[in-house]
């Protein structure tokens, strides 16, 4: 069967973004930086994403053209007979299932924000409403499956129409409007009356400020969130470089991927910090900031319910981005396994997901009772750890290792080769000693911290 193709090299690299950018960028990052010394985490982060995301990425767009296949059926084009690697395609596939278990809760949250924020619900409210809001959204279990089962339903949809006519023609439009809510939202915060201060925190690098939190602290953070925010490790980037031709060199591919992530990113902290240090909000807040602390933020600036209904649209967009990527790459996986067409996989799978996605949804209120790592914690918090601190690294060093090691994987020469093809920014010759011994320590540490500081 022939193999896709995306139309145009901006819609590669808008899908590909659009899988990075996610609910990590406008919701984690920001909580981050808080968290993490303002400006100086920033810098630390811009590093780790050159030094360690970018690179990783190239390896999945790289294993994905080079055999036009989904992530668990790349292997068996690549690797040398008798050897296991193709093992870790089923669980890229297990990955991006788990993924979407909790990340289209995720997703309904936003959407169902959308409309609670546009009616005027946290017009007038103080802090304890706007948490019970957030409280009741969550335990509402009718509602949350309905909207999750829609969530998934409409991702699948978009998908069922085809690469090029659904998926590549609406994610274009909805990354493009994405952009351009973001830069409106962030001029608009930057110029509020008291936003200097919050300026200052997330622009002016303050090394005292990471003395203060703790310097390792800091870096570990810094270099975990340059991994994770690239969906890295379980082929959910792979896919878009299966369906990628040959004309463009890797590295300035996902460069420019890494850039457009980043800048999505960085603008979200332009909208945040200045809202936050002109009505007082404590930046440090943590998962809560976005929930429970930016409506009371939009509720008192003028048109501030038109802002707030925009912000969680631009949420969801965020989202969405990401749910239709993911969608795509278990559509595609599950085609190479059962040749079937491409809505009758939709069709099975939303069935799949939706069923899925419903121990997520009802650990906030049904299945409440289940809390993996003790009091305070729900069926969410296990799907994200397992992905987050397991899956992602893992399957990155799996990825790196086979891209490097000559005598039992693909070796470097044939990933130089790959990468290389067509004009652009080129992967050199000298970076093989990095990425053949420092890299994947690298992404070792980060895969040995995560569990150790999970479980602290």
């Not at 690098?205 to 990471?210: E, F, I, L, T, Y």
């Amino acid at each position: 069967m022939q193999r896709e193709k995306l139309g145009t090299r901006l819609g590669f690299i808008l899908l590909s973004a659009g899988c990075a950018i996610g609910i990590g960028n406008v919701w984690k990052f920001p909580w981050m930086v808080g968290q993490n010394g303002g400006a100086i985490f920033v810098l630390i982060y811009f590093a780790f994403l050159a030094l360690l995301g970018i690179p990783v990425l190239v390896m999945e767009f790289s294993l994905g053209r080079a055999s036009q296949k989904s992530p668990v059926k790349l292997y068996q084009q690549l690797e040398k007979p008798g050897t296991k690697w193709h093992w870790h395609g089923y669980l890229a596939l297990a990955g991006n299932y788990l993924l979407m278990m909790f990340y289209t809760t995720v997703a309904a949250w936003m959407i169902q924000y959308v409309g609670i924020t546009a009616k005027g619900d946290f017009v007038g409210a103080d802090a304890n409403k706007v948490a019970n809001i957030f409280t009741n959204v969550k335990s509402n279990a009718i509602m949350m499956s309905i909207f999750v089962i829609l969530t998934v339903i409409v991702g699948f949809a978009v998908c069922a129409i085809g690469l090029q006519k659904g998926l590549e023609r609406i994610t274009k439009v909805m990354m493009l409007a994405l952009l351009a809510l973001i830069v409106i939202l962030a001029v608009n915060s930057i110029f509020l009356d008291g936003a200097k201060d919050g300026l200052k925190f997330y622009l002016l690098p303050n090394v005292d400020a990471m003395k203060e939190i703790g310097v390792v602290k800091v870096i570990v953070s810094a270099m975990n969130q340059a991994f994770f925010t690239l969906s890295l490790g379980i082929g959910s980037m792979a896919i878009f470089g299966s369906y990628l031709d040959k004309d463009r060199a890797l590295l300035g591919e996902a460069v420019n991927v890494a850039v457009l992530d980043t800048f999505v990113a960085v603008t979200s902290g332009l909208i945040i910090f200045p809202a936050c240090s002109s009505f007082g909000v404590d930046v440090t807040a943590g998962p809560d900031l976005i929930f429970k602390t930016l409506p009371p933020v939009f509720n008192s600036l003028a048109g501030g319910r038109i802002w707030g209904t925009l912000f969680f649209v631009f949420m969801t967009f965020a989202a969405l981005s990401t749910v239709f990527a993911v969608f795509e790459n278990i559509i595609s996986c599950f085609m190479d396994l059962t040749g079937w067409s491409r809505k009758k996989t939709c069709l099975i799978n939303a069935i799949i997901m939706s069923v899925l996605a419903l121990p997520c949804v009802l650990g906030f209120s049904t299945l409440d009772f289940i809390k993996p790592f003790g009091e305070g914690s729900n069926i969410m918090d296990l799907e994200d750890f397992i992905v987050s601190n397991i899956m992602l690294p893992l399957g990155s060093l799996i990825f790196i290792l086979f891209c490097v090691n000559k005598k039992y994987g693909w070796g470097f020469e044939n990933f130089l080769n790959e990468a290389n093809q067509g004009k652009g920014l080129k992967v050199q010759k000298w970076m093989k000693g990095y990425m053949t011994y420092i890299l994947p320590l690298m992404v070792l540490t980060i895969l040995v911290i995560g569990l150790i500081d999970y479980f602290n």
